[in-house]
């Protein structure tokens, strides 16, 4: 048996999915057409297929034949619950395409970087099993919304941005919580701490809407067969990792005030600590009604109306139809073409592509780009990204304000050039200097994961639910943790601690996205995928995927080194450079080098060291030569499939996996 068949026999088994349900469902029933389809469209449509009955025949066969071989002739497979404890028996230990975990991993075929080793683990089932990396997607998505709500989960959104093997397009999917159709820029004027927790904080949820017009796209598998690895960690229970247990120590204020956070992560009036077992059986309850109605059981269904009972109860603004009116928006990717290289991420209201794109442009205007490299080129970095920070805050949702001339200078090498000028080796300035018009937004953690499939379709994904534990509330009645996403919205009458006035083009209105920094990329090097990056920690976030990419694809650090090595970061306001000086959950210290403060110091940055900074997943891909390589032909299109090495970030106790 070929591992891809007993790894689908496994996820049957282990799943309890009826083979009746995967006859109607293996392909899907998705459109590729998506002009005729929105978030209303019936999940089960059983009466509108195309699927030729011949094949209907096959898929069934395959699937019943696996599945009877796999319960009579391999019985030591052993799934404990889903939560991260998987015994392996010797039949499985054979196959050559075994799940690995740890700090890095190589593969041929498919390979998932997330921040938890048990949602790595599950996005690569899903591979093996013949699945899209969309499929992946939703499954990882959703595990880490059970085993990491401090910072995602279906209460929350994101962007998503999936590159295509086969045509090279590249899609961004843009499913930012959205302000509720009664909010108002002044909403906050009487107590701004609404802005940032309770029931009026909560944008309109809408990661479900995003992962699921994705699947509807790309998907292979049955939408429901992908939920259940996240249910069975909701209901059956998940070990506390340390660093959710952190979070939860963080927060136990919080927690402790809130009924729906106290009943999971507090149930007998103690937090819970790493080591324990954490159960949210209604949010299983939950996930088990929309993996079987679809996103209408959310959007137009019980679901949706406990939750916005509940967000209402609350004091909260959130109606059934800002659920049932809420749109992804997909559009192509934002492409920069730079160093080399081609880099595809999302448009605005996320910032972290266009920022991207400016810094990397400064520094690329140097007459001699290896002077970007050691001490001089940190410092040239930390120059360039203040001049970005500057400039950023002039984005907002390009539906509501017009941001094209803002868009334009960003990803202007011109206009990079301009500012490499006022770059000095020798010194740095003032916040000032940069020409800052408005204060900056300081959006929080997030959770972001990358994925490369077997056919080298990639998917780079950022989730949130934005300040730890979101708003603070859960809703009890469904178990879903409700985001705070409002508090990425300027407001008139929040006047910043650096004097800046609020920027107009982030106020809030009804319907509006938040600005976000938010940076899933896709890296592409003469049409082949060459990586994927992305990373969690609000403001953190673009300083450290540039420093990712920097250190790959510019100073040839190996992936590990390049995730791993110590990062700086600046808020522009206040002036100063903050170093990493930390030991991280896995006993490894991260530091700047004394060498690099002392260079820093000499020209006048001011220094703080932190214990903290952004998380970032990488997958690079290296192709060796053309006889080593694998190739894929996809209408008249070579693609070429190197080996993945993928790397979880030790800052959050991460860890990939490869088939």
């Known amino acids: 048996m070929s591992p891809n068949t007993h790894q689908f026999s496994l ?18 029933v998705r459109e590729r057409n998506m002009e005729n389809h929105n978030i209303q469209t019936p999940f089960l449509n059983s009466g509108d297929h195309s699927i030729k009955n011949k094949w209907r025949f096959a898929i069934c066969f395959f699937i019943s034949v696996t599945a009877l071989i796999f319960i009579i002739g391999d019985k030591s497979i052993a799934l404990s619950g889903w939560n991260g404890r998987v015994q392996v028996g010797d039949a499985w230990k054979s196959h050559k395409k075994q799940v690995q975990a740890s700090d890095s991993v190589e593969s041929w075929e498919g390979a998932v970087a997330a921040d938890d080793a048990r949602c790595s683990k599950i996005g690569v089932m899903i591979l093996s099993a013949g699945g899209h990396a969309v499929d992946a997607a939703v499954s990882v998505a959703l595990c880490e919304g059970v085993v990491n709500p401090v910072a995602s989960g279906i209460g929350g959104g994101g962007f998503m941005v999936v590159r295509s093997a ?30 940032y927790t309770g029931a009026l904080a909560v944008g309109v949820p809408s990661e479900i809407a995003g992962l699921y017009r994705a699947w509807l796209q790309h998907g292979r598998l049955p939408w429901k067969t992908l939920f259940q690895p996240a249910i069975r960690l909701a209901k059956d229970g998940f070990i506390v990792s340390p660093y959710l247990a952190s979070s939860i120590l963080g927060s136990a204020d919080r927690i402790k005030s809130d009924p729906g956070l106290q009943k999971v992560y507090a149930p007998t009036g103690e937090i819970l600590q790493a080591g324990e077992t954490c159960y ?30 509940d967000v209402r109860a609350g004091g909260g603004i959130l109606t059934m139809d800002d659920l049932r009116n809420y749109e992804v928006k997909v559009t192509e990717a934002l492409e920069v073409n730079t160093m080399g290289f081609t880099i595809f991420g999302m448009p605005s209201p996320s910032s972290g592509t266009l920022g991207m794109a400016l810094v990397l442009n400064i520094l690329n205007s140097f007459e001699n780009t290896n002077d970007t490299k050691g001490n001089l080129g940190l410092h040239r970095y930390i120059e360039a990204l203040k001049h970005m920070f500057a400039v950023r805050m002039n984005l907002g949702d390009p539906d509501f304000v017009d941001i094209s001339k803002t868009t334009a200078e960003m990803l202007s090498p011109s206009f990079a050039k301009k500012i490499q000028s006022r770059i000095f080796d020798n010194t740095t300035f003032p916040s000032e200097y940069y020409m800052p018009g408005w204060s900056q937004v300081q959006d929080h953690g997030t959770c972001h994961f990358c994925i490369v499939d077997a056919d080298r379709n990639a998917i780079s994904m950022t989730t949130t639910v934005n300040y730890p534990f979101g708003g603070g509330m859960q809703s009890p009645s469904t178990g879903i943790l409700l985001n705070n996403e409002m508090a990425d919205f300027s407001v008139p009458t929040e006047i910043s601690p650096d004097n800046l006035p609020p920027s107009p083009a982030n106020f809030i209105a009804p319907n509006k996205r938040p600005l976000s920094c938010m940076t899933p990329i896709i890296v592409v090097k003469d049409d082949q995928l060459a990586g994927v990056i992305g990373g969690s920690g609000g403001m953190y976030i673009i300083p450290a995927v540039i420093q990712v990419f920097l250190n790959h694809f510019v100073l040839g650090m190996e992936p590990l080194e390049a995730v791993h090595s110590p990062r700086v970061y600046h808020k522009l306001v206040p002036n100063v450079v903050y170093y990493e000086n930390w030991t991280v959950i896995d006993g490894e210290h991260i530091e700047l080098s004394d060498d690099q403060k002392e260079f820093l110091e000499e020209r006048g940055h001011v220094l703080e060291a932190k214990a903290a900074g952004a998380v970032s997943q990488l997958i690079v891909q290296t192709l060796k030569t053309p006889i080593v390589n694998r190739r894929l032909s996809y209408n008249y299109k070579q693609v070429f499939k190197g080996m993945l090495t993928a790397v979880s970030d030790p800052r959050k106790d991460g860890r990939p996996a490869g088939y």
Do not use: W
């Open 11 to 28: 996820l049957a088994a282990s799943y309890s999915t009826s083979l009746s349900l995967s006859l109607d469902h293996t392909l899907c």
């Open 166 to 195: 086969d045509t090279s397009v590249a899609q961004a999917f843009d499913f930012r919580e959205t302000a509720p159709a009664a909010a108002s820029q002044n909403m906050y004027q009487n107590n701004l701490n609404d802005k």
């Open 280 to 309: 949210n059986h209604q949010l299983g309850l939950s996930l088990e009604a929309i993996a079987e109605g679809g996103p209408q059981a959310f959007y137009n269904g019980p679901i949706g109306e406990k939750l916005v009972e």
